[in-house]
């Protein structure tokens, strides 16, 4: 039959079909991403595609013939939209190996993307946890906004003891109106321990790490704000021995051999007695930080039996567990936030 006297379903067809390699034919020769774009428009654009154009012919078709001929629609838009695909493809692949682009030199070394890391110290008190952890040592958290009777008076520090100067801690003007209560920036994490006997008993074996403050003026081994590894054993039977002992099992852990440790007398309000800890590592001898035996005192103040029971606590530098650790020399290194520092570790 010549092609003026076909039927409207067979002209529909043959059109499609037509459309169908013409489609093939541009998707296929396409040699770059925007000639595949450009050729998706052509055809298969929502407003004036090719395609779009032909599917408004279905309304000439008549009823009998129109399930067939919306088949056929189907299929051309199926196997458009798969030249299409194909083709988006083959380009991406080949501008991944650069053969569409000669000037692409695929020998020369990638821009490598660096990958995020934790600060030093959030690493540093992800290890102390996890050493602790393994001693039995459960976390415990308190605000870094203490009260007087946390920070000070239930630490058995008096009104008048000079720990308590303004000079030596950050008071907050703002908070003491709330309630008239006096308010500072903790001083010392061992606010945690007050915190956690009020609200339990014992046995107790806590750590908590946290930021603590002072008004000290920034030097290579001070620094406003810091943190601090509070350490809590108490039961029956705690003794300066079992002190010792944890200190030097945390050391050893921490450090990877086997540590000495060494105390030597101190004085702390909360603790009697206080010793002040060192251990051996790299030929010297380096200070830990406070520890010493609950003061009976602090135990009235939460309510213990100072009879049945006796407790440790130590209070280290995370800071400077986390130099030592890594040879930083200077504690600003580790609040610059300079990424060319931070990214070493
Ligand atoms: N809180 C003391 C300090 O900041 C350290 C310490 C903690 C001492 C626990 C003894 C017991 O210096």
Redesign the pocket.
Known sequence: MAPGNSSPLESFVRELDALLEAARQSFGSASSLQQVEEARVAFLGAKSGRFKAAQKQLGQIPADAKPTAGQHLNRVKNEIQAAFDAAKARFATESFRGEADPTFDRTLPGTTSRLGRLHPITQTINELMDIMGRLGFSPAYGPEVEDERHNFEALNIPADHPARDPLDNFYLSVASKRDGETRLLR????TV?IRVMENRQPPIRVISLGR?YRPDTADPTHYPMFH?M??LMVDEHVNLATLKTVLQLFATNYLGASVPVRIRPSF?P??EP?VEADYFWNGKWTEF????IIDPNVFKAVGYDTERYTGF???LGVERLCMIRHGIIDIRNLYTNDVRFLRQF
């Open positions: 001083s010392q994490t061992s321990q603590v601090q509070e350490g702390f909360f603790t206080s930080g406070g520890a010493g606590a130590f209070g």
